[in-house]
């Protein structure tokens, strides 16, 4: 993996071609020998038949057709090997635009709000958004490709012809163009359909996502049967469209191909007037055969330079769509990083609607290397209070960040300052190292020991590079948290927020990677959230959340002062998790405070 993204501006498709510039000038080297090579061909054959023609009038023999048979393998030999060194290098050049453009979106991808991402339905988007950039580094690829195997070659071979007999070149050169024109004009249909078939296989995607992960839940309140039938309805649809996109694509190439060869007509007329020497010109036998042989490859390479056309639209489709996630993000490790600082919180409160106050008059400050534990009944607010950092809904008071109100902060600039871990791990359809790092240059393993999922990770059929989420193997909920939990290591934030991030662990590992976690983060502030008090001794301070109000203090204090935490923090010391009926309902919060 590179260790800078060399792309300038994301958003525009040529600066991807500029980042590459030394394996495209590898490809126009042997591209071009490539396609000077290809001429040979039609010039051997020529030489072949006239040379024929020689053989049975005795004025040449044997010997000299097999001197031309050697000539003509070296020649081909010499192409087909600049031929494999293109296609090698363009190859290339498709996997690092490949890499390139899922390095910036998944840059983006983590400096998105979660808001805007569930937004659009974050199985749809993350889905669509990957095969959106591999069909466009594809149609890149292509393209790159093309502009050698067709462009140049048709050129060489529109020379060639020129230099035999220039009026019948200029008729029989009217017609490809005009295959280009229909190509041109029924592009809309081909990108339509391409575009209802894409449009179709996301939302296949998400209901295969949905099927998949909430499966036991439709059978237990059985939906099961409506749910397969909503699944095959999205399955018939996709089936429909993937069909009719591939029928355009695939109909028009021979399309194209009888309206250019309709000049052969023309070409087998003139050209035999040419050889029996009442023509524009006068011809041997190997000249008509090398004028119809390059004409052939030229008509060829023009259906094929329709196929060009339909891959780069397809291409733009996907452009189109992901463009606006293709921003570069601040570099963690330049001047951007945000450095430590403290946190104070005064009087905050949020509220969801005007009757709905979910908590308010909460004050507290943090230092750096300081973790802060939350907890409370269920449906306390716990969330909403982590989310009032990420600044998706308005809270009342102020949370400030060093010298600055978060929600002043531009939305890159709070992607840099805080880090959220939610209850979903959103973990992509894509590797273990992959789901972590997020295209960030850095070694995964110290980062999987961390979260103690090292030795799982090791014993996967690929280990780092197994392919996890819903398009690979499937991951316990106690993986995926700590999946999650590593991704969030891997971008440190100055403030952290992890809401709930052990509760799929047992009490042994929930210890063990909370110690990894006090090490990694000296420098940052944590909030935890969590339902489980075994760590809150360990904790530089809690929150306790209860009916719209808060109480703030160290566990001693909270263990004096609130009855209702210390028989909750006991009840579960004793080896139950928390449970709501079983805390004292009737002690009043105001003992708390
Ligand atoms: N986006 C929202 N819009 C309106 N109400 C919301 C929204 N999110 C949460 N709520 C409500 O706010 C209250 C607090 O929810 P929240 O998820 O913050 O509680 P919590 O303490 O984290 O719950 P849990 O213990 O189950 O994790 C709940 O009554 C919930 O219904």
Redesign the pocket.
């Known amino acids: 993996m590179k260790q800078k993204n060399m792309v300038k501006q994301p958003d525009k498709l040529s600066s991807y071609f500029k980042a590459e510039w030394s394996i495209l000038f590898a490809v126009t080297i042997t591209g071009v020998i490539y396609n000077i090579g290809l001429l040979a061909e039609p010039w051997f054959e020529g030489k072949f038949a006239q040379c024929l023609f020689e053989i049975f009038s005795k004025t040449k023999n044997f010997s000299d057709m097999l001197k031309l048979v050697f000539a003509y393998v070296a020649a081909i030999a010499v192409v087909q090997l600049a031929r494999y060194m293109k296609r090698f290098y363009v190859r290339r050049f498709g996997n690092h635009i490949n890499r390139n453009m899922k390095q910036i979106l998944y840059g983006t991808l983590i400096h998105h709000s979660k808001a805007e991402l569930e937004s659009e339905n974050i199985g749809n988007i993350i889905t669509k958004a990957i095969s959106d950039v591999d069909a466009c580094a594809e149609g890149m690829r292509k393209f790159t490709t093309e502009v050698f195997d067709t462009g140049v070659a048709l050129a060489g071979y529109a020379v060639l012809l020129f230099t035999y007999d220039w009026r019948l070149t200029l008729i029989s050169l009217i017609f490809p163009p005009i295959s280009y024109y229909i190509a041109e004009k029924l592009k809309v249909i081909v990108q339509r359909s391409g575009a209802a078939a894409q449009e179709s296989r996301g939302r296949l995607n998400a209901a295969t996502l949905d099927r998949v992960s909430n499966a036991s839940t439709y059978r237990v309140f059985g939906c099961e049967m409506q749910r397969n039938n909503a699944y095959e309805d999205h399955l018939t649809d996709y089936e429909k469209s993937a069909v009719k996109a591939n029928i355009w694509i695939a109909a028009m190439p021979p399309v194209y191909q009888i309206i250019s060869m309709v000049s052969m007509l023309f070409i087998i007329y003139f050209g035999s007037r040419n050889v029996l020497g009442n023509g524009w010109t006068s011809w041997n036998i190997a000249a008509f055969t090398t004028f119809i042989s390059c004409f052939t490859k030229l008509a060829v390479k023009s259906s094929k330079a329709a196929k060009l056309f339909n891959a780069v639209q397809k291409a733009e489709v996907s452009w189109k769509r992901i463009k606006p996630l293709m921003k570069l993000v601040p570099d963690e490790t330049a001047e951007n990083k945000i450095s430590p600082n403290t946190l104070e919180v005064q009087n905050l409160g949020v509220s ?2 005007e009757n ?1 106050q ?1 908590f308010s008059g909460l004050s507290f400050t943090a230092k750096p290397g300081e973790i802060i534990g939350v907890t ?12 009032a950092f990420l600044c998706e ?1 308005p809270y009342q008071g102020s949370i400030r960040f060093g010298n600055n109100e978060i929600s002043e902060l531009s939305e890159v600039q709070r992607s840099e300052t805080v880090g959220y871990l939610g ?1 979903d791990p959103e973990l992509l359809s894509d590797t273990v190292q992959n789901n972590i790092l997020l295209g960030k240059n850095k070694d995964v393993q110290p980062l999987l020991k961390a979260v103690c999922i090292d030795k799982e990770i090791s014993k996967m059929p690929d280990g780092i590079n197994t392919v996890i989420g819903s398009g690979g193997i499937r991951l316990s909920g106690g993986q995926q948290a700590r999946i999650g939990l590593a991704r969030t290591l891997a971008h440190p934030r100055p403030l952290l927020i992890l ?2 991030p052990f509760s799929a662990l047992d009490k042994h590992t929930e210890m063990e990677v909370f110690q990894h976690l006090r090490e990694l983060t000296k420098d940052n502030i944590v909030i935890l ?1 969590s ?1 489980r008090l075994y760590l809150f001794p360990q904790l530089d301070k809690i929150i306790w ?1 209860e009916n719209g109000k808060t109480a703030v203090g160290t566990h001693s204090r909270l263990m004096d002062r609130c009855s209702v935490y210390a028989s909750l923090y006991n009840l579960q010391e004793g080896g139950n998790d928390f449970e709501n009926e079983k805390i004292g309902t009737n002690t009043s919060y105001s003992e708390c405070v």
């Open positions: 969801y609607s709905a979910i409370g009944a269920v449906a306390c607010g716990k969330t909403t209070l982590g989310q809904h209850h809401d709930d959230i339902h959340m």
